[in-house]
């Protein structure tokens, strides 16, 4: 069996091209087994699966926890809200008591950037990043590219455009370095106050003009405003946000060519997307949260591997 360049996922950099495509070839037999009348199959009876969110969230989680119980593995799932943590305990504490309990992998979310990598370091288990803080959100991104070359065919010479909250946004980094590694352009939109610095370097254009960036791309992936990761103001009001970046049906349909509509979730609707764009045919953004749960079953199931 091919198997992954890396015992851990804790981001797309260290991933190869190849692993991204394994990924994708596996989730495609996972696919088939989650739409079928029984859904679960024993490939990792005996494994058990820590899910550790020491940050809120909905989609991952519940997809993440789908995805181990269709795969038969033993869950044990932690919120940070209700823990220890709350009354002072550490991450790494926290790690340690779970893994006494014989853990076998690790699934998590944490608002510090680099939390999973300093877990991989410091643990035996196999280490899965569900997001850490603003940095990457490896499952989200391959998700995404999942989603989109399932639409559009192979990504390579593909101009994917990525809109929003750029600075606060883990999603925009990891769709980054996926798109990039598929063969994909990659062109960032926003405010100027929303985009980081040196973004360049990462070899992606940057495009202050909202339409005009629509215009050149084949697919838009709209990220929303990260609120509740700014200690100050960005930019002047949300209604002025919108009135500048936001997509709704009539600059949808003005454009010169169909394209494909995602988000990574929550969405914010009437803010980055109208519900028109969210609901219409452009958009993908269900397709994005089924395949969510393939891509992380395809991503266990390769991860657990190296634990034999």
Known sequence: MNTLSTKHLLGIEPLTPEDIKLIFEVADNFKDVINRPIKKVPTLRDITIANLFFENSTRTKLSFELAEKRLSADVVNFSAASSSVKKGETLIDTVNNILAMKVDMVVMRHPSPGAAMFLSKEVDSVIINAGDGTHEHPTQALLDAYSLRERIGSLKGRKILIVGDILHSRVALSNI????????????????????????????????????????????????????????????????????????????????????VMHPGPINRGVEITSEVADSDQAIILDQVENGVAIRMSVMYLLASKLR
């Open 177 to 260: 370095f996926t798109y990039q590694k598929l063969g994909a352009q990659v062109t960032v939109c926003g405010p100027k106050s929303l985009i980081p610095k040196h973004i360049e370097s990462l070899n992606v254009k940057v495009e202050t003009n909202f339409i005009k960036a629509l215009n050149w791309c084949d697919a838009v992936n709209m990220l929303r405003i990260q609120n509740e990761r700014m200690s100050e103001s960005y930019f002047p009001s949300t209604r002025e946000y919108v009135q500048q970046f936001g997509l709704n049906k009539e600059i949808l349909d003005s454009l010169n060519k169909e394209i494909i």
